[in-house]
């Protein structure tokens, strides 16, 4: 895969940070416990929706079976992973080579066969899948629209995008910058850049751009006490996109 490429939409001085970040991704305890919690909800969420969207396995052992799912953005695997045990064929696809290395090791001490690449959505061009997560990306990019461009042509005809994303308004200021990284201090301080979040409406926009119809909208908060997320009906903050790919 070409550096070039890799560097289009994705901001350099993210994929440094995620690197070094990439030794504590599979502690559930550490700095990426947020997402440890976060992925208890959203793998759910995601297995729901493509049974109710998709042909799949009429087994419960392995509902996935037979689908491509590609994870952009996938880090050290922990989305990978959920899919890949529910038989999915899975591509991880990330710009930190950290993660990418972290990932496949884990993958195979649990004895799953998961393509991890390390690059971006733009070096993936050419192939199609049945599923794409793109979940907590799209605020850490750069060219948000030539981003989503990209992820949206990585989907066949029938197939399914899921977009998870920040909302930007005060109220995501208040929570997911100075709740999360100053205040609570969850999140190292710099995760988040408000700028580059995205409101409900842009992601619906450019996901019909792409020929996607949305079929659902959730928002996701998490209890400060508990640390526990669950899925609602506002968008304010944290939100998740589910759409369908025109035939």
Request: charged letters at 20%; hydrophobic letters at 40%; proline letters at 3%.
């Given at each position: 895969m070409?550096?070039?490429?890799?560097?289009?939409?994705?901001?350099?001085?993210?994929?440094?940070?995620?690197?070094?970040?990439?030794?504590t991704w599979w502690d559930p305890t550490g700095a990426m416990w947020p997402l440890h919690r976060l992925n208890a909800l959203r793998a759910p969420f995601i297995l729901e929706n493509i049974k109710r969207h998709l042909t799949v396995s009429a087994g419960d052992t392995l509902p996935l079976q037979g689908l491509t799912v590609l994870d952009i953005g996938c880090g050290a695997?922990?989305?990978?992973?959920?899919?890949?045990?529910?038989?999915?064929?899975?591509?991880?696809?990330?710009?930190?080579?950290?993660?990418?290395?972290?990932?496949?090791?884990?993958?195979?001490?649990?004895?799953?066969?998961?393509?991890?690449?390390?690059?971006?959505?733009e070096?993936?061009?050419?192939?199609?899948?049945?599923?794409?997560?793109?979940?907590?990306?799209?605020?850490?990019?750069?060219?948000?629209?030539?981003?989503m461009r990209s992820c949206c042509a990585l989907v066949q005809p029938g197939g399914?995008?899921?977009v998870a994303t920040i909302n930007r308004n005060p109220?995501?200021?208040l929570v997911a910058i100075v709740?999360?990284?100053?205040?609570?201090?969850?999140?190292?301080?710099?995760?988040?850049?408000?700028?580059?979040?995205?409101?409900p409406g842009e992601a619906v926009g450019m996901l019909e751009e792409?020929?996607?119809?949305?079929?659902?909208?959730?928002?996701?908060?998490?209890?400060?006490?508990?640390?526990?997320?669950?899925?609602?009906?506002?968008a304010r903050v944290n939100y998740m996109l589910v759409a369908i790919k025109g035939r």
């Open positions: 070409s550096k070039p490429q890799a560097t289009r939409t994705v901001d350099p001085q993210e994929i440094a940070r995620f690197n070094t970040l990439a030794e695997g922990l989305l990978s992973e959920a899919m890949a045990r529910q038989g999915a064929q899975v591509t991880g696809v990330d710009p930190a080579k950290r993660n990418i290395e972290i990932a496949r090791h884990h993958a195979r001490d649990q004895g799953l066969t998961i393509e991890y690449l390390e690059g971006t959505a070096d993936l061009q050419g192939r199609q899948f049945d599923v794409a997560l793109n979940m907590e990306v799209v605020e850490h990019v750069e060219n948000v629209a030539a981003f399914m995008h899921f109220i995501s200021f709740g999360a990284e100053y205040v609570l201090r969850w999140l190292p301080r710099g995760t988040h850049h408000w700028r580059n979040f995205v409101t792409g020929g996607f119809s949305v079929a659902e909208i959730r928002g996701v908060s998490i209890n400060p006490f508990t640390r526990r997320y669950t899925l609602t009906q506002s």
